[in-house]
């Protein structure tokens, strides 16, 4: 049997994994990818970079249907979903020949195989590759594996009927109605693509509100504007069954102990995501699993030594971008460079690509208050930016949480056209520790929306000008 070493494997190549290998390679360590499915993972095959293909689709077809109001005159749209997806699906396909290049650039071996952990062999583990003559040592081994769909008791996709995200993204036609089941990021994203093709949406959200995990009163004007948009919710809703007919799903539902069928040509489900915990080899080893996902520290560390864990396999937020940061820290950490920073989770942006878009960085207002002491609020609407209104996007608000007595953004929150570009802003404030006396002294420039983030710093501390 051939045997191969290396410094550092990495099990699984997408954002988390790939990331790492080349950092690890750039730091002088010889490193190695096992991946068995595409390079870039889920993420860049089948979840951030074709769905925003898609979105931006959906989002060029809403704004067909309002040229009129800017002065411009076409002439029928029509729908061409095979060649919407096929775009969608070459996209991901150019990026994940883009890692591959990369990898190889770098000089990072890549494992074509499902890989799985094996015995120490001194300072040494193994790493097994299934289907494959041959196995590899390396002194640490990274778990990439990430997460999959997670699913409900006695309620799983098939496919057909009942669709996961990755049959949500490559539909044959449009379905005349959609149910999709949670109102998370990923549900939302669905809902909104596929309403604004056409498709009647109802959407059913257990907690009490759609997007959980965003500021409170940014829920609320998103659910605002998606119900101005025709898209029917029902939150505090439990989902009791899915009945399959023969070209439609029904959908029971206990709304405060009454029960509510809604039958759609085809449901999605969203309800989170489980961690690739199965058949990693972690059984024997030290690894702990908790709620389907690996336990590590602040350096990515497992209890096993000389075996880390980064991206959707280990805890929230399940996020691209925080997967590539943790892999970074985690070889870093492993190659002793320099003064290596744990990551901070509360300075991840958090981004929705609906539309309207959402994000966020660090505290909601309900969480800062909850922290106690003073704070301060600031809110500023996109109705008074001048560049918001010459795009024709009126709608939206940037808000922002600050320590009242220190002057520390704990948070800022945005609804509107661009949120997910602009948020980068504040997470650079975050990250500096900028203080309100900083980001009042910084010049926005005129005319962008940007400018509306100076705005709500200002409103604040009871300084706005334009409203």
């Known amino acids: 049997m051939a045997e191969q070493s290396f410094d550092v494997i990495m099990i699984g190549g997408g954002p988390g994994g790939y990331v790492a290998a080349i950092r690890a390679a750039q730091l002088g360590l010889r490193a190695a990818v096992v991946e068995r499915e595409h390079l870039g993972g889920i993420c860049l095959n089948w979840g951030c970079i074709p769905t925003k293909a898609l979105l931006r689709a959906s989002e060029l077809r809403h704004l067909m249907g309002e040229l009129a109001d800017f002065g411009l005159v076409a002439g029928e749209v029509r729908l061409d979903m095979a060649r919407m997806v096929r775009r969608s699906r070459e996209v991901a396909d150019k990026l994940s020949k883009g890692v591959a290049y990369l990898l190889k650039k770098n000089k990072v071996t890549v494992f074509d195989a499902h890989g799985r952990l094996g015995a120490k062999q001194g300072a040494a583990r193994e790493v097994k590759l299934d289907g494959k003559n041959e196995r590899l040592l390396a002194r640490h081994v990274i778990l990439a594996t990430g997460a999959r769909a997670r699913t409900l008791p006695g309620i799983t996709a098939d496919g057909k009927l009942v669709w996961t995200y990755k049959e949500a993204m490559i539909p044959e036609s449009l379905p005349r109605s959609i149910v999709v089941i949670g109102a998370g990021a990923i549900g939302m994203e669905f809902a909104s693509f596929y309403r604004d093709l056409g498709s009647d949406v109802t959407v059913i959200e257990a907690m009490d509100r759609i997007l959980p995990v965003e500021d409170a009163e940014i829920s609320r004007l998103a659910r ?17 069954a899915l009945d399959r007919g023969k070209d439609s799903v029904t959908a029971r539902v206990d709304s405060g102990g009454k029960e509510i069928a809604i039958t759609a040509a085809r449901a999605i489900l969203s309800v989170g995501i489980a961690g690739n915990v199965e058949n990693i080899g972690i059984e024997g080893t030290r690894v702990r699993v908790e709620k389907s996902h690996v336990a590590v520290n602040r350096w990515c560390e497992t209890d096993e030594p000389g075996v880390y864990a980064i991206g959707d396999l280990v805890g929230p937020p399940w996020l691209a971008h925080k997967a590539s940061h943790e892999g970074i820290v985690c070889v870093e950490r492993i190659a002793g460079h320099g003064e290596v920073r744990p990551l901070d989770v509360t300075n991840i ?36 930016n001048g560049k918001a209104i010459a795009l024709g996007e009126p709608d939206g608000l ?28 504040f997470a650079i404030a975050r990250t500096l520790e900028a203080t309100e006396a900083d980001l009042i002294a910084t010049v926005f420039p005129h005319p962008t929306l940007s400018e509306a983030m100076g705005e709500a710093v200002l409103d604040a501390w009871g300084r706005a000008l334009h409203v």
Not at 353 to 382: D, H, M, N, T, W
């Open 398 to 425: 940037v808000k922002t949480v600050f320590d009242g007595a220190t002057g520390e953004l704990l948070g800022a929150h945005i609804i509107g056209a661009e949120a997910t570009e602009l948020i980068q802003g």
């Open 224 to 240: 605002a504007a998606f119900e101005k948009q025709g898209i029917v919710f029902h939150a505090s809703a439990k989902l009791t």
């Open 349 to 384: 942006p958090s981004c929705t690509y609906c539309r309207p878009q959402i994000a966020s960085v660090g505290l909601s207002e309900e969480a800062a208050k909850g922290k106690g002491g003073e704070i301060r609020v600031g809110r500023f609407p996109y109705r008074a």
